[in-house]
C-alpha cells in the first residue's frame, strides 16, 4: 500500500511562532558575526531544544553503542524491544544529541518505544561519508544486543532526515537487513541547491538560505572532493526499490519543502509505502516545538498512528 502525498492544512498557533523567532535570531547572528568559530556556530544551534517542553516520565542515559556516543531516551514503560534510531540534524556540522534528545523522547514516548539519539562525528572535521558509517555502526550493534532489524526504526530532522534514509541505503548495499521503517523530519537531501522553493519559499523560511547551504555543502563533501550527487549523500539520486515503509514531513513554509515532495515522489515511483505531511505554515523542523504547539502534537499523533498502522 502506498499513501498519496498530500498537504494537511492548519492554522498556525501563537506557540509556533517560538521557532520562528529562534530561527530568526540565529539568522542575524550569523550574518553579523563574520569572524564565527565552528565552536561558537555549534553553541547556536545547541540551542535548538528551547522550544521543546522536556516530557514527562522520560530518564535519560547516556551511552557509546557500536563506538557512537548518544543519549537513550527511555520512557517509562516503553518497549525496550523496539528502538527509535535518532540521528539529530544541523547540516552535518552542528546540533547534537543534547539539542535534540527532547524531541527524540517526544516521539519515542508517543510511539511507546525507547530512542538512542546519535553524536555522529560531524563535518568539516568528519566529511561524508562518516556521518552514515556512524549510523550503520549503531544499528549493527543495536541487532548485535539482540533487537531485531524489523523493531529499529530509522528517524532524523534535516541533515539527520538525510542519514535516517541513506543509513538503510547503506546497509543494503552491505546486504544487510533493513529497518522496519524510516522517519524523516524535514529532510535536507539536495547537495545540488537545485529546489525551487529555496527560492519560492525564501520569504518565508526563517533560517535556511543557499549561502548557509553551500557551507555546510562544502563541509560535509570535502570542499567538492566528492560529488554532490552520491546516492548516500544525497538520496535524490538513490534507488529506492525494496526501501522501508517511509514516514515524511516538512513545513510549507520551509526552504527545503521540496525536498521532502521530491523524496516522496522518488520513493513512490520505486513502490514504497509513503506517508508524506507537509503543514501549512511551518518551519523547518516544526516538530521539535513538541509539548509548546499543537501543530508540533498533533504531527507526532500522526506519527503514532502511522507507527502502529
Known amino acids: 500500500m502506498t499513501t498519496t502525498p498530500s498537504i494537511r492544512p ?3 498557533s501563537a506557540d509556533a511562532g517560538a521557532l520562528h523567532a529562534l530561527y530568526s535570531d540565529w539568522s542575524a547572528i550569523i550574518a553579523n558575526t563574520p ?18 517542553r522536556e516530557p514527562e516520565d522520560v530518564t535519560y542515559r547516556e551511552e557509546t553503542v557500536g563506538g557512537v556516543p548518544g543519549i537513550w531516551t527511555l520512557p517509562i ?9 535518532y540521528t539529530h540534524g544541523g547540516g552535518f556540522a552542528v546540533g547534537s544529541a543534547s539539542s535534540h534528545r527532547k524531541l527524540a523522547a517526544h516521539v519515542a514516548k508517543a510511539l511507546g518505544v525507547t530512542a538512542f539519539v546519535l553524536d555522529y562525528r560531524r563535518a568539516p572535521e568528519h566529511p561524508h561519508p562518516a556521518q552514515v558509517q556512524d ?17 529499529i526504526t530509522t528517524i532524523g530532522d534535516s541533515a539527520g532526515g538525510n542519514l535516517a534514509v541513506a543509513i538503510p541505503l547503506a546497509l543494503r548495499e552491505q546486504g544487510e537487513p533493513l529497518p522496519g521503517g524510516v522517519i524523516a523530519f524535514s529532510p535536507w537531501l539536495d547537495m545540488e541547491n537545485s529546489g525551487e522553493t529555496l527560492v ?8 535556511v538560505t543557499v549561502p548557509l547551504l553551500e557551507g555546510m555543502i562544502a563541509g560535509v563533501l570535502a570542499e567538492g572532493k566528492i560529488d554532490p550527487k ?7 539520486y538513490a534507488d529506492f526499490t525494496g526501501f522501508p515503509r517511509l514516514y515524511i514531513n516538512a513545513g510549507a513554509a520551509e526552504a527545503l519543502a521540496d525536498n521532502a515532495t521530491r523524496l516522496a515522489e522518488k520513493a513512490q515511483a520505486a513502490g514504497v509505502d509513503v506517508t508524506l505531511s507537509v503543514v501549512e505554515g511551518m518551519q523547518h523542523v516544526f516538530p521539535i516545538l513538541a509539548g509548546t504547539a499543537p501543530e508540533a502534537d498533533d504531527e507526532i499523533a500522526a506519527i503514532a498512528k502511522w507507527y502502529r498502522s
Open 10 to 12: 492548519t492554522g498556525t
Open 35 to 52: 569572524d564565527l568559530t565552528m565552536r561558537l556556530f555549534r553553541s547556536i544551534f545547541d540551542e535548538w531544544h528551547q522550544p521543546t
Open 77 to 85: 514503560g516503553a518497549d525496550t524491544s523496539k528502538v527509535l534510531l
Open 135 to 151: 549510523g550503520v555502526a549503531v544499528f549493527s550493534a543495536l541487532t548485535e544486543r539482540g533487537i531485531a532489524p524489523a523493531d
Open 200 to 207: 519560492t519559499n525564501a520569504g518565508t523560511e526563517a533560517l
Open 230 to 236: 552520491t546516492p548516500l549523500a544525497n538520496p535524490l
